[in-house]
């Protein structure tokens, strides 16, 4: 027999004390341990989202500049606006801006400088103000992507070096391309001279790199023919072996060529499109320095210049290469030009909200895709919503209990859990393509009847997708209502029906609607099953129906993620914002339904 | 409030041989009994003695489980009610029932009680249903508290006030049988004093079937009393007589305290 006295008294022991003790510090490290997680939690979250609203606030303002046009060109039809070369016009009013840009690859950089979708806002510019035809009149043209980056500073910022002595230019100053020479009596060059030499001692580590690696081929190939048998095969594999060993002795020559000069103090340097550029402004006109020694720069005249009177200049220089930025020093000039001028505005990027897509990045915008998600959205709920919720009260008011509904139910949750790439392709094979059968000899085909690309067939396939959720959470938002609701209405003599209409189903209403938006935000983020069913093409115009070519906000956020061009980046970014806007919505609508719906019993 | 010389009327519902069965476990065994029209019928008896389940055989609101079998005969003024061509819905129509937990719909207090006119047609104006609602709310004296609020949630009244909410609820179906399975468990003495009032009340126009754990409500109200034990339907009677002179030993202990 156990003394339960004894016992009672161990409650008051030094070890029951210990015990208590112990227990408390485990409480305190848990609940340490939590805060942790979520703080983790909340940093990832944090560091996502402000990487994605830093890159985004670039897409957020787009660049334009203002310059005369003559509308009294013959490019256009004096009579008839809409008839004009546009284009040309475009051209002839940057000609104008610049005259002295000469040859075809620097008038080709010159039209660079402005977005080709332009010349189409200039047509409907001079449709809607046909009082300016026939006059000069100030037009805002749309930069392109890359000037536009320019002026958002992606490509670096000129800077300005002070000018100590007392410059002197010599040469021709007065025609482009001309090679004049800049004194200074001052060592004015010598700090940029010492970051050009830098420079030559980070290229020269690179081609050692290089160089490195040619060795390493012509290491393999060199085993390679000592274990070959053939005499053929072998006499190849050892010329390999040869061209290697060239190759690697050129880049050693280049890398030890760069080593001296990055070392050698002053002298002369030749500045290329690999190095920095540094530019001299005087008299409203522009020189490139080719060469640089600390009191010498030898340049090449961009901008002509009114004088060679050389009071007043500035020394600018641009940090990064030529070739590591999408504008040449040339449109660095015509642009810094512009800047001068005033005539470049900033204004905010309401283009991006109201286009469709583009191939130039600058006229690119998600309007296309927020009214291909829209289209996308309304077939999904209108599919899933009454017939997931019909199914959950069916399986849950209805059903017998019997093996087949087990059967039933218990693949509804599996469903849920199958990968959205599958519907995908089930979406592709029964709504688009249509299956192909053949039974007993009579040829026929399941489905097919919804056109590629369109928000029908995607929605149809998001539909599948969310179906499970939708019954999951509509059949747990209908067990949820008291069963005493559902006597009361039996015993009223409401018939089986009557009682879940009437009183199950909107009480379970908030339930259901909480649990479909968020199925359907799940669907709203689907990128797989849509790019199966073909909305992955590039589509600019606006989907006007629900069986319109059209692309949604997750896949045009995994197209623009993948093109080269810099600018697509802000806008990837941008998109994810409005991609996420669209998610909050939907909570909020969720919440302001349940909300409102809720009712106690 | 108990008429000592309240003599049943003419019986309402005859049950013959019933049995009913929760899978395999017997739950009613062979009960036999009459209820009296314009009369309180009290069954009692111990936990999980059946009372409640041949209740619910009455207005057939076993149906809903599936696993409930029911053989026998009942019998409502003399059709059987487990016939194929009777409809449960329509049953239930005559034969409404009360609760153990006052449940309102949360609705308001006014479509609590017009829901069940509604749906069986009973008004086809609006005045009509405001008639019907105003007759059973006064029928269940809750009128002079709630006409003032007719559109407040019935969810948001005091729970003496919920129950008879859901008797009026019933009576506004216009039926002839009101079953109440235990209706004063879940109030206070102040509310179940109330109902009882009300049931002694209603007692001049329905046949009404009351299971109650108290034997002194059951003393209190009825006039015929039903004692059930483990399924079987141990001794029925003049409520004085089963109380006063139980003939079987079972209902002795029973109405003593010597089991429950």
Known sequence: MVDMTALTALHASSAATARAKSRRRSEVRLKMYSILAIGLAALALVTLLSSVFMKAGGALTEHYVALPVDFASDKVNQDDPSDGNYGGLMKDTLKEAFPYAKGRKIRRQLYGLISSGASFELNDYAVDNPAVIGKTADFTFLLSDDADLYFKGFFGELEERAINGALTITGEVSEVGETVEITSTAEDFAGDLEILKARLLVEAKRVREDAARQENGRAVFAERAAAEADDKTREDMLASSEGYATQRDALIAKANNLELRGARPGGEEA?????????????????????????????????????????????????????????????????????????????????????????????????????????????????????????????????????????????????????????????????????????????????????????????????????????????????????SIRDAALGVGASKQQATFHHVLPLAMPGILTGSIIGMAQALGETAPLIMIGMVAFIVDIPQGVTDSASVLPVQIFRWSDFPERAFEAKTALTICVLLGFLLLMNVIAIILRKRFERRW | ????????????????????????????????????????????????????????????????????????????????????????????????????????????????????????????????????????????????????????????????????????????????????????????????AKVEELIDELRENYAIVIVTHSMQQAARISQRTAFFHLGNLVEQGKTDDVFMSPQDERTQNYITGRIG
């Open chain 1, 271 to 483: 500045l290329s499109s690999e190095t920095i550029s540094l530019f001299i402004q005087a008299n409203g006109g522009w020189i490139k320095a080719t060469k640089l020694s600390p009191s010498k720069i030898t340049g090449e005249v961009l901008v002509p210049l009114t004088s060679a009177e050389a009071s007043d200049s500035r020394l600018l220089v641009m940090p990064t290469s030529e070739d590591s930025r999408k504008v040449t020093d040339n449109q660095v000039v015509w642009l810094e030009k512009l800047r001068n001028r005033d005539a470049v505005t900033s204004v905010f990027n309401w283009r991006f909200f109201s286009s469709g897509d583009s191939r130039e990045a600058e006229l690119a915008g998600v309007w296309g895709a927020m009214v291909g998600t829209f289209w996308t959205m309304i077939v999904t709920f209108f599919l899933a919503f009454p017939i997931g919720v019909m199914a959950a009260i069916y399986l849950e008011e209805f059903a017998p209990k019997n093996r087949f509904t087990n059967f039933v139910e218990a693949n509804i949750n599996n469903l849920a859990a199958v990968p959205s790439i599958v519907f995908g392709l089930l979406g592709l094979t029964i709504f688009v393509t249509g299956l192909e059968m053949e039974i007993w000899g009579t040829a026929f085909t399941i489905g097919g009847f919804a056109p590629r690309s369109a928000p029908i067939a995607g929605g149809m396939v998001l539909a599948l997708m969310t179906l499970p959720t939708v019954i999951i959470a509509s059949r747990a938002a209908i067990r949820a209502v008291p069963p």
């Open chain 2, 1 to 192: 409030m108990k008429d000592l010389d309240a003599i049943p009327g003419d019986t309402k519902i005859t049950a013959r041989n019933v049995d009913v069965y929760y899978g395999n476990n017997h739950a009613i065994k062979d009960v036999t009994v009459d209820i009296g029209d314009k009369a309180v019928t009290a069954f009692i008896g111990p936990s999980g003695c059946g009372k409640s389940t041949f209740l619910r055989c009455i207005n057939r609101m076993n149906d809903t489980i599936d696993i409930c079998k029911i053989t026998g005969e009942i019998k409502v003024e003399g059709s059987d009610i487990y016939d194929p061509d009777v409809d449960p819905v329509q049953l239930r129509a005559r034969v409404g029932m009360v609760f153990q937990k006052p449940n309102p719909f949360p609705k308001s207090i006014y479509d609590n009680i017009a829901y069940g006119p509604r749906i069986h047609g009973l008004a086809s104006t609006k005045a009509e249903l405001d008639e019907i609602v105003e007759y059973a709310l006064s029928r269940a004296a809750l009128w002079d508290e709630v006409k003032d609020r007719l559109t407040a949630p019935g969810t948001g009244l005091s729970g003496g006030q919920q129950q008879r909410l859901c008797i009026a609820r019933a009576i506004a179906t216009a039926p002839e049988v009101l079953l109440m399975d235990e209706p004063c468990s879940a109030l206070d003495p102040i509310a179940t």
